[in-house]
């Protein structure tokens, strides 16, 4: 007995299965989610006697009632069943139904041994049988959805082993869980599951490109905070490229993760240890070396006791995923390290996300109230940081990406030349539609009925528009004056620009628009430059989703030079979009009526105050997003005329009360479709537009 206690300080769990490896492509079709991942590091670590030292545990299956604390009955029923004849034909045709997700006859079980498996750990960790341990499962799990199966991902494994924690061992003692989650992506599903729980402190480190990265969701930047009694217990760090090392690792780990994690205090850290941030793998684009993951783990064992459990996410190349668990085995294990700090200093972009990230929570963990020295980089300067010491751990060679799996990594360059060649496809039958309704239009142009009927573009929306009495004077006076509407948002993209003129909805748009009395197509359209800084705010629209929407500052800066697109329409029709941008045009939603307010917003005289004044703030509407209609110049003799914020808006987004967000992929890919069609950049120039303006805030 004596004995068992004083070994058991160094008690290290390694789960390891073959069943696990049961889950492949139905016809062996190459998948960087593999069964060659377990085995590669079960190799490993046996070639290299690590496996020998730890307590080797075998699977267990989860029971129902465990998987059921974080997902839907019918999703455990289907993907229990999904391996059993029953689906033998309808198998591919289910797993297409998903988000990368594939099936064969091994996924079920192995499915329920991974979850069973982290759970069988945890609870190992949390009696003290072990002092921490490592589950080499698969499927991982940290994308899997309360009724969904996504991104490799069939059950949330580290969820469910949460859950059964805190709600199903009381006897335990656990009752603050931290959730680590350092694979390249956005544990999305985990995120979800305890977004409005306390008791769950979940810390993601991920890829976001601004929302391009897989699996590209608003919700993983770092304004997703948590709700009600879980505010404060999300913390996100959204990396805006790849390339992201141990030194960026290490100052989010020393200026977010580690000073909240000491005030949480928390009972047991579960590890959603994905390795596709290694250096080599094939999807994540980063390079953290197993010295970069060994200090990782080495900083979070000084918390809960050292109650670790680390469960394999994701991580796709053999070499990089085997050296990473192993050099993570021997920190738990308690070998002796050397950590040189990091070769390579943070971006600067880390020490601008770590800033966003400690902002938007100070108030939940005031340890991240201090301000942070001005250079980051003064503090991750190359000084050997001596904390154990140690020979034999080299980090990977250059042939690091020999093994590499066949999918390569997704960017936004990538998906905005997918969606532009989409569209094109689409293109040329939009515009044989549109010419078919300019001349019909154009024809019912001189008599404007109080009524009138609009079709979609599809055909399938029907909308009456209400055009009262009241309104009819005002419209038939701008209906005479012209304008030139500039948009440097999603309008700069024509079709999506027609919604408003035509009503109807366009690529990427979630709801129609009623469009404006006047249907006729603009007179012109030209492009420009103007000496305003374009960013990104609010965190979700209607139309677009999660995201922020572009706005233009509307003070004037010369080192600006922001694209705008400009349409010649008649005021009346600039008048229809500000209701349309400000959402106040009434819908009964019964019958598809939309009811227009009975005045405008900005008329002739307005336009002439705002040629010498620049902008005018509307006061019936100040509350609205786009309140604030500016002055841009004239062209051609007429005035030039956007819609943005008011500077009072600006304020709020430079002291943080309002966020600034970067826009959601669908809005995004809109904007570049605007730029690429009009001609004005390439799909890199114009994605790098949007970038830099979404990155460089106020
Ligand atoms: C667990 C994990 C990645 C899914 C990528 C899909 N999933 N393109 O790493
Ligand atoms: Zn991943």
Redesign the pocket.
């Known amino acids: 007995m004596a004995a068992a206690a004083a070994s058991r300080a160094a008690r290290v769990g390694l789960l390891y299965d073959e069943r696990m490896c049961a889950h492949a492509t139905p016809d062996g079709e190459e998948h960087p ?1 593999n069964p060659e991942r377990l085995r590669a590091i079960w190799r490993k670590l046996n070639a290299e006697g690590v496996a020998s030292r730890c307590v080797v545990l075998k699977a267990k299956e989860a029971e129902d009632k465990y998987i059921a604390s974080v997902h839907s009955n019918n999703h455990i029923k289907l993907m229990k069943e999904i391996s059993s004849k029953k689906y033998d034909s309808s198998r591919n045709t289910i797993a297409r139904k998903y988000n ?1 997700i594939y099936f064969n006859k091994g996924s079920s079980e192995s499915a329920v041994l991974a979850a069973g498996s982290v759970i069988e750990v945890a609870e190992k960790v949390a009696a003290g049988e072990l002092r921490s341990a490592i589950a080499l499962v698969r499927p ?1 799990g ?2 899997a959805e309360h009724d969904e199966a996504m ?3 069939l059950f949330n494994n580290v969820a469910v082993a949460a859950n059964y924690l805190l709600n199903d061992r009381p006897d335990l003692g656990i009752k603050k869980i931290l959730i680590v989650d350092w ?3 956005h544990g999305n599903g985990t995120q979800k599951m305890f977004y409005n729980d306390p008791c769950v402190l979940f810390f993601s480190v991920h890829r976001f490109d601004y929302g391009s990265f ?1 699996p590209a969701e608003g919700d993983a930047s770092h304004c997703f905070i948590g709700e009600e009694a879980g505010k404060g217990y999300n913390i996100n760090v959204p990396w805006e490229h790849g390339k992201c090392g141990d030194a960026d690792y290490i100052a989010a780990w020393d200026h977010v993760l580690l000073p909240v994690t000491e005030a949480f205090d928390p009972d047991i850290i579960l590890v959603s240890a ?1 390795f ?1 941030a290694a250096l080599g793998d094939p ?1 994540g684009g980063c390079c953290i070396t197993p010295n970069g993951y060994a200090l990782l783990l080495t900083k979070l064992l000084g918390f809960a006791k050292g109650r670790i459990v680390m469960a394999l ?2 991580g796709y190349n053999l070499r990089s995923i085997a050296n990473s668990v192993f050099a993570c085995a021997k920190v738990l294990l308690g070998d002796k390290f050397t950590f040189s700090s990091p070769e390579m200093q943070p971006f600067e972009s880390t020490w601008r996300i770590i800033q966003a990230v400690r902002n938007e929570l100070k108030t939940y963990w005031p340890v991240l109230s201090s301000k942070l020295p001005e250079n980051l980089s003064l503090r991750i300067k190359p000084s050997p940081i001596e904390l154990y010491t140690s020979s034999d751990s080299e980090p990977d060679g250059e042939d690091v990406d020999e093994l590499s799996g066949a ?1 390569s990594s ?1 960017n936004v360059i990538q998906f905005a030349d997918d969606a532009i060649s989409e569209h094109l496809s689409k293109m040329k039958l939009d515009e044989e539609n549109l010419a078919v309704k300019t001349a019909s239009s154009c024809s019912a142009a001189e008599h404007h009925p109080t009524d009138s009927v609009e079709v979609d573009k599809d055909g399938s929306v029907v909308l009456s528009k209400r055009i009262s009495d009241l309104s009819l004077a005002w419209r038939s006076d701008l209906s005479r004056t012209h304008v030139w509407y500039a948009s440097f948002g999603s309008n700069m993209w024509k079709p999506r620009f027609l919604c408003y003129i035509q009503g109807g909805k366009a690529d990427g748009m979630s709801i129609p628009c009623c469009g404006s009395r006047d249907t006729s197509s603009p007179r012109g359209t030209m492009w420009k430059t103007v000496p305003h800084r374009l960013l990104f705010g609010r965190s979700s629209t209607p139309c677009w989703g999660t995201g922020g929407v572009a706005f233009l500052n509307p003070e004037m800066n010369y080192n600006e030079k922001s694209y705008v697109c400009m349409y010649k329409i008649t005021l009346e029709q600039f008048n229809d979009i500000l209701f349309q941008e400000n959402r106040l045009v009434l819908e009964d939603g019964k019958n598809g009526n939309v009811v227009y307010p009975d005045s405008s917003l900005v008329d002739s005289s307005e336009v002439e105050f705002m040629s010498t004044n620049k902008a005018i703030h509307l006061e019936p509407i100040k509350d609205s997003w786009y309140s604030n209609v500016l002055y841009l110049g004239d062209e051609d003799e007429l005035p030039i005329l956007t819609m943005t914020c008011p500077s009072s808006d600006i304020e709020r987004y430079k002291s943080g009360e309002l966020p600034l967000v970067p826009p959601s992929k669908t809005y995004a890919a809109t904007l570049i479709k605007g730029l690429v069609e009009g001609k004005q950049l390439d799909a890199d120039g114009a994605a790098s537009y949007i970038n830099a303006a979404a990155a460089r805030g106020l």
């Open positions: 989610e990368s991982p940290h994308h991104g490799f991902c694979d390249v992506h897989y994905g596709d999807l996410e994701g999918v997704v």
